[in-house]
Nanobody, 119 residues
Framework: QVQLVESGGGSVQPGGSLRLSCATSDRAFSTYSVMWYRQTTGDGREMVAKISTGDRRTYTDFVKGRFTISRDNAKKTAYLQMNFLKPEDTAVYYC?????????????WGQGTQVTVSS
């Protein structure tokens, strides 16, 4: 079982920044696509950003220009830099690793880290 450890969440004022990290000990980290999701109470998880094994990045519209996803394969860690945070960004943020396996996919989730944006 692959373990993911997320960190970097916390409380920040509107307009502030946070950087989330998602670390794993899996030496196959470079073979996974990495996604960041977020979830608010009562809602399902929505994808925020994705980075492929080839470093192709995609973002959902509500974070474009504010969030940046990146990865460091040598450190087996992915990041989500969040700038110009808004109160509506308040949520629990989860990282997910995913790679093809046969006819399906292998998926691992982190435990989540709380981000609160409030004045």
């Amino acid at each position: 079982q692959v373990q993911l450890v997320e960190s970097g969440g916390g409380s920040v004022q509107p307009g502030g920044s946070l950087r989330l990290s998602c670390a794993t000990s899996d030496r196959a980290f470079s073979t996974y696509s990495v996604m960041w999701y977020r979830q608010t109470t009562g809602d399902g998880r929505e994808m925020v950003a994705k980075i492929s094994t080839g470093d192709r990045r995609t973002y959902t519209d509500f974070v474009k220009g504010r969030f940046t996803i990146s990865r460091d394969n040598a450190k087996k860690t992915a990041y989500l830099q969040m700038n110009f945070l808004k109160p509506e960004d308040t949520a629990v943020y989860y990282c997910k690793l995913e790679r093809p396996a046969g006819i399906g996919v292998v998926t691992y989730w982190g435990q989540g880290t709380q981000v609160t944006v409030s004045s």
